[in-house]
Protein backbone atom coordinates (compact mmCIF):
# COMPACT_ATOMS: atom_id res chain seq x y z
CA UNK A 1 0.00 0.00 0.00
CA UNK A 2 1.92 3.17 -1.06
CA UNK A 3 2.01 6.07 1.74
CA UNK A 4 2.79 9.77 1.34
CA UNK A 5 3.21 12.51 3.50
CA UNK A 6 1.97 15.86 3.30
CA UNK A 7 3.39 18.93 5.48
CA UNK A 8 0.03 20.65 7.30
CA UNK A 9 0.54 24.01 6.19
CA UNK A 10 -2.11 26.75 4.25
CA UNK A 11 0.31 26.52 1.30
CA UNK A 12 -0.51 22.60 1.10
CA UNK A 13 -4.45 23.09 1.82
CA UNK A 14 -5.34 22.56 -2.32
CA UNK A 15 -3.29 19.69 -2.42
CA UNK A 16 -4.98 17.65 0.44
CA UNK A 17 -8.31 19.20 -0.64
CA UNK A 18 -8.38 17.13 -4.16
CA UNK A 19 -6.83 13.97 -2.18
CA UNK A 20 -9.95 14.50 -0.09
CA UNK A 21 -12.06 14.44 -2.93
CA UNK A 22 -10.87 10.73 -4.34
CA UNK A 23 -12.36 8.15 -2.35
CA UNK A 24 -9.82 5.66 -3.35
CA UNK A 25 -7.85 7.42 -0.61
CA UNK A 26 -7.63 7.48 2.93
CA UNK A 27 -6.29 10.45 4.59
CA UNK A 28 -5.13 10.70 8.29
CA UNK A 29 -3.23 12.95 10.71
CA UNK A 30 0.65 12.07 11.84
CA UNK A 31 2.13 14.87 13.85
CA UNK A 32 2.36 17.84 11.76
CA UNK A 33 1.62 15.54 8.33
CA UNK A 34 -1.08 14.20 6.32
CA UNK A 35 -0.54 10.81 5.47
CA UNK A 36 -2.35 9.94 1.72
CA UNK A 37 -2.89 6.01 1.43
CA UNK A 38 -4.50 4.09 -1.02
CA UNK A 39 -4.85 0.04 -2.24
CA UNK A 40 -4.14 1.60 -5.61
CA UNK A 41 -1.85 4.32 -7.19
CA UNK A 42 -2.35 7.98 -5.53
CA UNK A 43 -2.67 10.38 -8.18
CA UNK A 44 -3.26 14.25 -7.73
CA UNK A 45 -3.78 16.57 -10.61
CA UNK A 46 -1.84 19.51 -10.32
CA UNK A 47 -4.38 22.15 -11.73
CA UNK A 48 -7.03 21.08 -9.66
CA UNK A 49 -5.11 21.85 -6.38
CA UNK A 50 -4.77 25.69 -7.54
CA UNK A 51 -0.76 25.20 -6.25
CA UNK A 52 2.07 27.26 -8.31
CA UNK A 53 5.16 24.99 -9.39
CA UNK A 54 7.05 26.00 -6.11
CA UNK A 55 4.10 24.41 -3.69
CA UNK A 56 3.68 21.84 -6.03
CA UNK A 57 7.03 20.64 -6.17
CA UNK A 58 8.04 20.69 -2.36
CA UNK A 59 4.23 19.24 -1.26
CA UNK A 60 5.72 15.47 -0.58
CA UNK A 61 7.22 15.23 2.39
CA UNK A 62 8.08 11.60 2.42
CA UNK A 63 7.17 8.28 1.12
CA UNK A 64 6.38 4.85 2.85
CA UNK A 65 6.18 1.57 0.21
CA UNK A 66 6.46 3.64 -2.53
CA UNK A 67 7.66 5.42 -5.17
CA UNK A 68 6.84 8.74 -7.27
CA UNK A 69 6.50 7.65 -11.08
CA UNK A 70 5.13 11.15 -12.30
CA UNK A 71 5.49 14.47 -11.17
CA UNK A 72 5.54 17.16 -13.67
CA UNK A 73 3.66 20.27 -14.29
CA UNK A 74 0.24 18.24 -15.05
CA UNK A 75 0.14 15.59 -12.19
CA UNK A 76 1.58 13.46 -8.98
CA UNK A 77 1.61 9.63 -9.18
CA UNK A 78 2.82 7.83 -6.59
CA UNK A 79 2.76 4.05 -6.83
CA UNK A 80 3.69 0.96 -4.62
CA UNK A 81 7.23 0.06 -4.53
Known sequence: MPRMYVLG???NEGFLDVAEQD?????????????I????PILIDRRATGCR???WYSAV????NAI???HDKDALRVESR
Open 61 to 64: AGLE
Open 23 to 35: ARLTIDSVGPYFR
Open 53 to 55: HAV
Open 68 to 70: ITQ
Open 9 to 11: VPE
Open 37 to 40: SSAG
